[in-house]
Antibody, heavy 124, light 109 residues
Framework: QITLKESGPALVKPTQTLTLTCTFS??????????VGWIRQPPGKALEWLAL???????RYSPSLRSRLTVTKDTSKNQVVLVMTNMDPVDTATYYC????????????????WGQGTLVTVSS | EIVMTQIPATLSVSPGERATLSCRAS??????LAWYQQRPGQSPRLLIY???TRATGIPGRFSGSGSGTQFTLTISSLQSEDFAVYYC???????????FGQGTKLEIK
């Protein structure tokens, strides 16, 4: 059974850097084809894909947020970390990490297991 | 950038009836489309991928169809637990990215 759980600060100030950790179980990020993605959802709004990291350390970012995002993995700890710089109140959202199945077409991603999400509020 | 448009924003249907939700892509995505269900206070759940393949554990009353730019999610006989928000997501474009529609809220009539 695949499980993922996001952790990080609930409140950050404008201009600060946000660091979120996704801790997962039930799969290995060293398995060919596996990926972990980050998706966010502002309160009452739609989902927005942010980033994805593959088993081979290939990384993909949303074009609109690329300059602010960094995603890394620690395979031995079963963790993926997302760093977002220069936080703004419009970045207030629930942040999810999710599993990209290895059966997905090459270089394409959908997500078959999601974490519970963590709400991050950006306010001074 | 591929823009996904979901129509309608809200759909009112009675329990036991059929619901048909639409998703349109601004350019062809082939069959690289997924549908998710999000119940209030919960994380999204994958229903359909590849436009028409049900994910593991998804009941047979959920079906997906379409290709190119027009897609449909059909729920054949609505159960109380099906009233939720549904999102489509394309995963076709290059450079690879994932873009979601704005969602359709399925509410009880």
């Amino acid at each position: 059974q695949i499980t993922l759980k996001e952790s990080g600060p609930a409140l950050v100030k404008p201009t600060q850097t946000l660091t979120l950790t996704c801790t997962f179980s039930g799969f290995s990020l060293s398995t060919v084809g596996v990926g972990v993605g980050w998706i966010r959802q502002p309160p009452g709004k739609a989902l927005e894909w942010l980033a994805l990291i593959y088993w081979d350390d290939d990384k993909r970012y949303s074009p609109s947020l690329r300059s602010r995002l960094t995603v890394t993995k620690d395979t031995s700890k079963n963790q993926v970390v997302l760093v977002m710089t220069n936080m703004d109140p419009v970045d207030t959202a629930t942040y999810y990490c999710a599993h990209r199945p290895p059966s997905a077409p090459s270089l394409k991603y959908y997500f078959d297991s999601w974490g519970q999400g963590t709400l991050v509020t950006v306010s001074s | 950038e591929i823009v996904m448009t979901q129509i309608p924003a809200t759909l009112s249907v009675s329990p036991g009836e059929r619901a048909t939700l639409s998703c349109r892509a601004s350019q062809s995505v082939g069959s690289n489309l997924a549908w998710y269900q999000q119940r209030p206070g919960q994380s999204p759940r994958l229903l359909i991928y590849g436009a028409s393949t049900r994910a593991t554990g998804i009941p047979g009353r959920f079906s997906g169809s379409g290709s190119g730019t027009q897609f449909t999610l059909t729920i054949s006989s609505l159960q109380s637990e099906d009233f939720a928000v549904y999102y489509c997501q394309q995963y076709n474009n290059w450079p690879p990215e994932a873009s979601f529609g704005q969602g359709t809220k399925l509410e009880i009539k």
